[in-house]
């Protein structure tokens, strides 16, 4: 169970790492370690979990997916294969297969939150919008101290262009984490687009005060003084 915790900070963490490394790569070397010991050992789960955690990261989405399917093929409850065999699925758009994988968890873990987060994300980006923001009511419900639940739904909110929904989630998200920067700059972007500019300059000077370089927010405060 001890994965569960992980999960959320590792899919976060993966974003910024595809990014930032370049050719040389130190994960590949931890990949050529963890492939070359599964020579040896190739029976360990731990081993092939630890093969595919650098395939993610490496975003090498097939690869992974060879390795959960090889750790569910001998432990078909293995709770964090499963998990990150969804995650991968959704990456090569198999969603109904990652489908299927969230909601096996579900059913070996009822109310989970981190796999209902990720199945109600993984309904949005498969266009089934009324399932997606089922799941994130039931998220921020079951979860009212959640700071993620509130900013995963104000997402949504915005995306379809529920602003007033958006805000009151984004509120509620940055009463929990006032230090979030990105949940600052989505709320300030939506004052504007409500002509709220009093409201969206105090946002936007908090992001400033978080060390955000106000060069950096040259084009919030260019749509500001448009209003005139």
Same mark, same amino acid.
């Given at each position: ?8 900070? %590792? ?15 130190? !994960? ?14 190739? /029976? ?21 997916? @060879? $390795? ?13 294969? *499963?998990? %990150? ?27 989970? %939150?981190?796999?209902?987060? @990720?199945?109600? *994300?993984?309904? $949005? ?7 997606? !923001?089922? @799941?994130?009511? #039931? ?17 949504? $909110?915005? $995306?379809?262009?529920?602003? /007033? =929904? ?17 949940? =600052?700059?989505? #709320? ?5 687009? *409500? ?31 448009? #209003?005139?």
């Amino acid at each position: 169970m001890r994965f569960m915790n992980k999960c959320l900070i %590792f899919l976060f963490v993966l974003v910024h790492n595809l990014c930032a490394y370049a050719q040389h790569n130190p !994960l590949r070397d931890s990949l050529k370690v963890a492939t070359e010991a599964l020579n040896y050992h190739p /029976d360990s789960l731990d081993l092939r979990l630890k093969k595919a955690s650098w395939n993610v990261q490496l975003g090498e989405w097939d690869y992974a997916k @060879g $390795e959960y399917d090889k750790v569910l093929a001998q432990e078909p409850n293995n709770l964090s294969a *499963l998990y %990150f065999r969804a995650f991968v699925n959704e990456q090569l758009h198999r969603y109904s297969f990652a489908r299927l994988d969230y909601e096996h968890l579900l059913y070996l873990v009822p109310g989970n %939150f981190e796999a209902q987060l @990720g199945l109600a *994300l993984l309904n $949005e980006r498969d266009n089934h919008h009324t399932e997606a !923001l089922d @799941g994130l009511n #039931r998220l921020v419900m079951q979860f009212p101290d959640s700071t993620l639940a509130y900013a995963a739904r104000a997402n949504l $909110e915005r $995306e379809h262009q529920q602003y /007033d =929904l958006a805000i009151f989630d984004y509120t509620e998200a940055i009463r929990r984490s006032p230090d979030n920067t990105d949940y =600052l700059l989505a #709320r300030a972007d939506i004052w504007i687009t *409500l002509k709220q500019y009093g409201k969206a300059e105090n946002d936007l000077q908090k992001l400033i005060i978080l060390g955000i370089p106000k060069m950096a927010l040259k084009p919030f405060f260019e749509r500001i003084k448009k #209003r005139l």
